[in-house]
């Protein structure tokens, strides 16, 4: 079984400032790993996934996530947040069972101050 | 391409009342799936399907049952909405490939009196 853990379900920065959104996983096998953006009142979008290769990812509107195996964790951030960055933010972990089903974790609400 | 779509948009039911929820997807994916959004929890997958004419069990079956008799949608039935059952549902569909993306409609908010 696996698990997703968002530390902090409300995060302030100002304009300007750098962005970190926490993610940590549990997964008895080697998991995928996704981060995805909801804006008010709208579905979810894929920001960036993670499955084999480089750690380091790149996704959409300039944000960015490492896995790293040794702390089970997938952490989002972005060097210099924008007022259109305020949205809700979800990490989820897909292992390789029948359905690709995918595990959310709570969601962390980004707001971003002039 | 309108991609993944859900009809309603909203929708208030008495406790009691059923109701149908539809999903319908243009993008040929073989898999899709129902889940339901709560403040603070995520979101959590009610059921599943892998198919056209296959459905499994998610993580919060209970109250819920689904139907895919066409491959390009997916319905979801309350037969005697609670008061719990108050939510946003989203439906999603994607390949079968394991590392691909879940695409997402825009949500049905339900509101049970």
């Known amino acids: 079984a696996q698990s997703v853990t968002q530390l902090g379900s409300h995060v302030s920065v100002s304009e300007g400032a750098l962005v970190l959104l926490r993610c940590n996983y549990s997964s008895s096998v080697p998991p995928y790993l996704f981060w995805y953006v909801q804006y008010p009142n709208q579905g979810l979008q894929l920001l960036l996934k993670y499955t084999t290769g480089a750690t380091l990812v790149k996704g959409i509107n300039g944000f960015e996530a490492e896995f790293k195996k040794s702390e089970t964790s997938f952490h989002l951030t972005k060097p210099s947040a924008h007022m259109s960055d305020a949205a809700e933010y979800f990490c989820?972990?897909?292992?390789?069972?029948?359905?690709?089903?995918?595990?959310f974790g709570g969601g962390t609400r980004l707001m971003v101050k002039p | 391409n309108a991609g993944v779509t859900q009809t309603p948009k909203f929708r208030v039911l008495k406790t009691g009342q059923s109701m149908t929820l539809l999903c319908a997807q243009d993008m040929n994916h073989e898999y899709m799936y129902w889940y339901r959004q709560d403040p603070g929890m995520g979101l959590r997958l009610i059921h599943y399907?892998?198919?056209?004419?296959?459905?499994a069990k998610g993580e919060v079956p209970d109250g819920y049952n689904v139907s895919r008799l066409k491959k390009q949608n997916f319905l979801l039935g309350l037969e005697s909405a609670a008061p719990s059952q108050t939510s946003v549902y989203f439906c999603a569909s994607s390949y079968v490939v394991s590392t691909d993306t879940q695409y997402f409609g825009p949500g049905t908010r339900l509101t049970v009196l």
């Open positions: 989820a972990v897909r292992s390789n069972n029948a359905g690709n089903m995918l595990t």
């Open positions: 399907s892998v198919g056209e004419g296959t459905t």
